[in-house]
């Protein structure tokens, strides 16, 4: 007897996999050009020289045995002083090697922290609309989740509602920003009251409510817009930290865990998460990737590129008369359906064969993501089955 929902989550496909399968099938029928696929979130701006030359680098000089080997299970210990040191330098919190846990990617960031936190009747708040595997990774972990909508338009926190959704039970949030799937950046008058929210109850409910912070778009951000940090804010965070966007290496499996130092008891709480780590099998992160992460922080590939995809989109969207959420992160647009069903108005799209994500994946409905980190010569093509698009709605 197989284990009924492994078996369930390994036969049901997300509906973002789904739409991104039909595009390939969709393109051996049609032609490669004549399909609009949106579906994604792969980066499509290649990885920066410096981190190619740092490969090299390490494979012509390092010991081999050595670059290849394990290291110890919270990572490499010169990388992970050199990430704390970052993070002490850039947002002016405290941190040491102490506070990093090396993994592979956000994924295994999530994963392993919510597998630190939950205990039997702990709940999580996920903040809609939110990235799919929150749900999937959250309540195998074990905890239950409780949804709080964003507040439209500008999707910021709705601190009353998520006030509203907080009670005994409790254990932790999930924040994103920059977002998935809505490109919005949290300001900091919503991470201040954020803070104040969370501050407030921990103190009713006499027990700590824990933020975690998953910022795989961090430095994915446009114009002068700033992302703040939320551990200068709030005590108890934990940053799932991941390097597949901004250095477009989401292949190779790399990121980190940074548990506040000020947060209740933190030696306990990355205790905790070491042994998260290892009871989910991580043993360490990959060992040359680590070392090649440490030596490119701070650097990014060139974002320019999707910040013209992003401008070309939005505008063009606006003008022909969608409703189009202004995004100043991450590479995603999130439209409003011109009708109430978001699924109903995708597959109208796919008649025009634009393949974008009714946000009901996300966990609310009536809207669309599309993702832009695609070539700007695929959204300059697509732009006519836009407009034909809308046309149908007016
Ligand atoms: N969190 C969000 C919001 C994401 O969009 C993604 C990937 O798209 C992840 C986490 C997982 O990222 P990683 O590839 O680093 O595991």
């Known amino acids: 007897m197989l284990n009924e929902k492994m078996l369930k989550l390994g036969t049901a496909s997300s509906a973002i996999r789904q739409l991104f399968e039909y595009g390939k099938m969709r393109k051996a029928e049609i032609g490669e050009d004549k399909v609009f696929d949106f579906s994604i979130g792969n980066p499509s701006v290649p990885a920066p020289k410096s981190v190619d030359d740092t490969i090299k680098t390490l494979i012509e000089t390092e010991d081999s045995v050595l670059l290849h080997g394990y290291t110890s299970a919270p990572g490499d210990m010169a990388v992970r002083t050199k990430i704390a040191e970052y993070i002490k330098e850039t947002s002016g919190v405290n941190a040491t090697a102490a506070n990093i846990y090396m993994t592979c990617g956000a994924a295994a960031s999530l994963t392993i922290s919510l597998t630190a936190l939950a205990n039997e009747g702990d709940e ?7 990235f799919p595997e929150y749900r999937v990774f959250a309540e195998r972990a074990g905890f239950k989740c409780v949804v709080v909508n964003c507040r439209e338009p500008d999707f910021q926190i709705d601190i009353s509602a998520l006030e509203k959704a907080i009670n005994k039970n409790t254990k932790a949030i999930i924040i994103n920003s920059p977002n998935n799937p809505t490109g919005v950046v949290f300001s900091e008058a919503t991470v201040k009251e954020l803070s104040a929210l969370l501050n407030k109850k921990q103190e009713e409910y006499g027990k700590e409510i824990f933020l975690i912070s998953d910022e795989p ?11 703040q940090f939320p551990a200068r804010y709030y005590a108890n965070t934990i940053v799932c930290y991941s390097f597949s966007k901004s250095l477009s290496l989401p292949g190779e499996r790399i990121g980190y865990i940074f548990v506040s130092p000020e947060c209740k008891d933190s030696a306990l709480v990355f205790a905790a998460v070491c042994g998260a780590g290892r009871a989910l099998g991580f043993v360490c992160a990959p060992s040359m990737l680590q070392r090649v992460v440490a030596e490119n922080l701070g650097k990014t590939a060139d974002v320019s590129i999707y910040n013209t995809n992003r401008e070309l989109l939005y505008n063009a969207l606006s003008e022909y008369g969608y409703t189009v959420v202004m995004p100043d992160g991450a590479f995603y647009l999130f439209v409003k359906a011109p009708e109430s069903d978001a699924a109903a108005f995708a597959e109208r799209a796919k008649k025009h064969e634009l393949l974008i994500v009714p946000s009901d994946s996300f966990g609310m409905g009536g809207y669309v993501r599309i993702s832009y980190c695609v070539s700007t010569k695929q959204i300059e093509n697509s732009l006519p089955a836009f407009k034909a698009l809308i046309e149908e709605y007016k």
């Open 124 to 130: 999580v708040i996920l903040l809609a609309p939110f």
């Open 217 to 227: 778009y961090r430095e994915l951000v446009y114009g002068d817009v700033t992302v």
